[in-house]
């Protein structure tokens, strides 16, 4: 089924704006203002930013694929995953939260893990990082 929502998760607030769990919201702000220079197929479905806390998110998803009548097989979860290096990211369908709250906030009010996520790495990748000892 063709993707007709995209809906980015993070927590609500300017105090979580630049948090790691906002890499959703970013997203989706990134793509609503480069919504005709992206070479994505973003102009033919609907962008959204959760308005509730991360691990609070499932009920937001369910009414808004309720209030389109979607299916949510037709839903792109966007949000942070502290399992993928910064710069990186995965496209999946159908997996499990991997302990990811708010993921497993939006499986348990849909009933399914049917759904696509597009998971943003937000881990810093160790392997540059310098160290000293002391």
Do not use: C, Q
């Not at 790691?20 to 702000?29: E, P, Q």
């Not at 962008?47 to 806390?53: A, I």
């Amino acid at each position: 089924m063709p993707i007709k929502l995209a809906i980015g998760l993070g927590n609500p607030g300017p105090r979580y704006r630049n948090t790691y769990h906002s890499a959703g919201h970013l997203a989706i702000d990134y793509w609503e203002s480069h919504r005709t220079d992206l070479p994505l197929p973003i102009t033919h479905y609907a962008l959204r930013k959760s308005n509730v806390f991360m691990n609070e998110s499932g009920p937001f998803v369910a009414a808004a694929l309720r209030k389109r009548r979607l299916k949510p097989e037709n839903l792109l979860l966007v949000h942070d995953d502290s399992d993928i290096a910064l710069g990186r990211f995965k496209l999946s369908f159908g997996r499990g939260a991997a302990g990811h709250r708010g993921v497993m906030s939006v499986i348990a009010s849909l009933g399914t893990m049917g759904f696509t996520r597009l998971r943003i790495g937000v881990r810093r990748n160790r392997s540059r990082e310098k160290y000293s000892i002391v």
